[in-house]
């Protein structure tokens, strides 16, 4: 089933892409024409395909038994375990699907993704007009407001978790020694999820602002000048210079930020582990605990996985046509 | 493949000689006479043991023993790696299930043992040279080695929990002795709060460490020979209720539920609570903090009982032999020697890790450890868990349940409800 979804899916874009009408004669046409690019491109599509085709191939098809760590057959030294695993069809899904915990982790998933999103490209947009304006000190910034992206998420996650920390934590320090209780900020569910959307703003704003940066300076300075002129107000010169002007940038780097932040795996497992209880799980770090953790469910995870990369395949579909609707050409 | 069988475990020995050894020539009725030692010049091999100690602190102690080994088996090569023991468990699964990459020797806490053994990556012991006068080992390490009746594994340490207390904390509040009851720890605590204005108890939001309650109280999680989920009972409700009582009182102040265990031990370190519960492991580490310069401020005393009895759970490590192994024979040999009373003793001397054979407990230099003396009698009274594969799997639910009764989120019979269907999951064919 998953591999129809996914056909039509590859069909739709096919049939509508741009420039693909032609007859299958002219397909063979090309290839005579075109033969040497193919052999050129051939040992990468080739490494492709082994590297993604069949870990994807083998990942849907386990997805559709019920193999487990325990049900694997393998032979070690003297141990023979015999396999015994069974293709169970549509079961993983339907028991996932039917299960109040997915729809749970998933509304939650997608709170997280927007929250995160829209505030990294929105602080993202305010930093980057800040710093292209002409400012002492512009290259200083810059750097500092890069810094955070330049700390690998693992050491990131880890300083923040030590932040927090309710007892000797620096932020409830701080809150003390205003005057405030001390907040468990990791304890309770919602505290922990305003907290683990504040890590991710704070390591994602820096890629969004340089790149809407370089955006910004991709637009004439003359429109501004012209627009001036005119007696443009400057809501008005932001409305309809800026933000046209930006369109093809935000709408890639908004894309690529919601595909990272819905499988932001390691700022919610180092710094929360899920808890408390499961309620800052996202959908990816569920999958995981399916997959890594005591007895390995493969075929239970693996199902997950199918159904977060099939969430993904559609939200990317669904926002080209949205963009294609305005105009772009993306 | 050569096999040399011990005199203790003939009866092991022949059944696999029989089912297993399939390449063995061995005359059964020769075994007896095979037990003497194995020449430690014949035996070679290069063997990789993953070890999970902390590197720093117990890392060193263990590699003198490898020199040690070294020096009586000049043809074996050990190559010593340490695995951080939260990660070991994982990373042995997927080497093993990969077939490459896996350790020769692993030291494998008490409950992933059967785990692995289940899963087919530890190779079966009985009758090997690994084993050695199992009747020595105490009974409660030794059960966790076991999976089917088989040997899978020989005890290296064991541990369980106690109750650390800073004595002068508790004297100041007018006590000269640790709580035996939990509502003595209870008046215990909410006196040193108001006496000393430091926290009574610090606790550690951990599945681990709520088990001394409920085995207090008479309860359990799992009765495995009736296969009978047990968890959702009045007398873990109790003892949950005492938990989240605790709390509520003020003789714990609402500990953190993320790092609230190094939180209770930087706690304890600086004086900031006066008791807390943890196991001969955080020894080393305790008597780094400021309060403790004097080792002599630092009472051990047996978990505080419930209405039903004072129990902890055993915990503790083994030595096992991945199956997949391509030098057995050196893997048997270097297993034997970590276990043997000696090298045991020496571990107990200068890291206060507790032996499991009971003849270790005679050497001097043991004797001579107190922390080793004060929690022998502990470990007496230790609970063994159930040593099934799927006991790793039984924690994750009730530290979930933990932290909701922490935050006021749910009640006793709320959370234990919950669990229990968690548990349905695990065991699906379970009463």
């Known amino acids: 089933m998953n591999g129809t979804t996914s056909d039509r899916a590859a069909d739709a874009t096919g049939v509508r892409g741009p420039g693909r009408r032609e007859k299958a004669g002219t397909v063979r046409r090309a290839m005579a024409r075109y033969w040497y690019a193919w052999v050129m491109v051939a040992p990468v599509v080739l490494v492709t395909g082994l590297l993604i085709g069949w870990p994807l191939a083998r990942g849907v098809y386990l997805s559709l038994t019920d193999a487990t760590e325990a049900t694997m057959g393998r032979t070690i030294g003297v141990n023979v375990i015999p396999s015994t695993y069974e293709f169970v069809g549509l079961e993983n899904y339907v028991s996932i699907l039917g299960s109040g915990l997915f729809w749970e982790k998933l509304i939650w998933t997608v709170v997280w993704t927007v929250a995160c999103v829209g505030l990294h490209y929105g602080l993202g947009l305010g930093l980057a007009m800040l710093l292209n304006r002409k400012l002492r000190f512009r290259s200083t910034y810059r750097l500092l407001l890069i810094l955070p992206w330049a700390i690998p998420g693992f050491v990131a996650a880890f300083i923040w978790r030590y932040l927090y920390n309710s007892d000797y934590g620096v932020i409830n320090a701080m809150l003390k020694a205003a005057g405030f209780g001390a907040v468990g900020w990791l304890d309770d569910p919602t505290t922990a999820k305003i907290a683990v959307i504040a890590v991710n703003v704070w390591m994602g704003v820096p890629f969004m602002m340089v790149a809407v940066l370089g955006g910004l300076q991709s637009i004439p300075g003359e429109l501004y000048e012209a627009a001036e002129m005119d007696g443009a107000t400057p809501w008005q010169r932001f409305r309809h210079i800026t933000v046209p002007g930006l369109r093809t940038v935000s709408s890639t780097v908004v894309l690529l930020g919601t595909i990272w932040t819905f499988n932001m795996f390691p700022v919610i497992f180092l710094i929360t582990r899920g808890g408390p209880g499961s309620s800052t799980e996202i959908l990816v770090t569920y999958a995981y605990r399916e997959a890594f953790t005591s007895i390995r469910n493969y075929s239970g995870s693996a199902a997950w996985g199918v159904i977060i990369l099939l969430l993904l395949v559609v939200l990317a579909l669904v926002y080209r046509r949205a963009l294609r609707r305005q105009g772009e050409v993306w | ?431």
């Open chain 2, 1 to 431: 493949m050569r096999r040399a069988f011990s005199a203790a475990t003939i009866v092991a020995a022949l059944a696999l000689a029989v089912s297993a050894c399939g390449g063995g020539t061995d005359d059964p009725a020769a075994a007896p006479a095979q037990s003497a030692a194995a020449d430690p010049s014949k035996v070679s091999g290069e063997i990789t043991w993953w070890d999970t100690v902390r590197p720093d602190s117990e890392g060193p102690t263990f590699q003198a023993l490898i020199k040690e080994f070294a020096a009586k088996y000049p043809n074996i090569k050990v190559k010593y790696v340490n695995v951080p023991s939260d990660q070991a468990q994982g990373q042995f699964q997927t080497a093993a299930q990969a077939g490459t990459g896996a350790p020769d020797v692993i030291r494998s806490e008490v409950a992933w043992t059967a785990q692995f053994a289940s899963l087919g990556y530890l190779q079966p012991l009985d009758g090997t040279r690994a084993v050695e006068n199992e009747s020595d080992f105490m009974p409660s390490p030794l059960s966790s080695t076991k999976y089917n009746g088989k040997a899978y594994a020989v005890p290296q340490v064991t541990d369980t929990l106690a109750l650390l207390y800073n004595k002068k904390l508790l004297e100041k509040a007018g006590y000269d002795k640790a709580p035996t009851t939990v509502e003595e720890l209870k008046k215990v605590a909410l006196d040193v709060k108001s006496k000393t204005g430091v926290n009574g108890l610090a606790l550690n939001v951990d599945s681990y460490f709520l088990l001394p309650f409920m085995y207090g109280e008479g309860g359990d999680l799992l009765d495995v020979q009736n296969k009978k989920i047990v968890v959702n009972s009045p007398a873990n409700v109790k003892a949950m209720a005492t938990v989240a009582d605790l709390i509520t009182s003020g003789a714990a102040p609402k500990p953190a539920t993320q790092d609230s265990y190094a939180n209770a031990m930087t706690a304890l370190k600086d004086g900031k609570a006066a008791m807390i519960y943890n196991g001969p492991w955080a020894l080393s580490e305790v008597y780094q903090g400021k309060e403790f310069k004097d080792k002599a401020n630092l009472g051990i005393a047996p978990v505080p009982a419930g209405s039903a009895k004072a129990g902890a759970p055993t915990g503790g490590w083994n030595l096992a032999i991945y199956a997949g192994s391509k030098n057995l024979d050196a893997s048997y040999e270097f297993v034997r020697f970590m276990s043997t009373a000696e090298a045991q003793a020496k571990v107990a001397k200068e890291i206060s890790l507790l032996p499991t054979r009971t003849s270790a407990y005679d050497n001097p230099d043991v004797q001579g450890n107190k922390d080793v003396a004060t929690f022998k009698p502990i470990i007496d009274t230790a609970v063994a868990r159930p040593w099934i594969p799927e006991g790793g799997q039984l924690f994750q639910p009730l530290l979930e349940g933990y932290q909701a009764i922490v935050g006021g989120k749910t009640t006793p019979e709320d959370m234990l409800k919950k669990v229990d269907s968690d548990y349905h999951g695990i065991f699906k064919d379970w009463s």
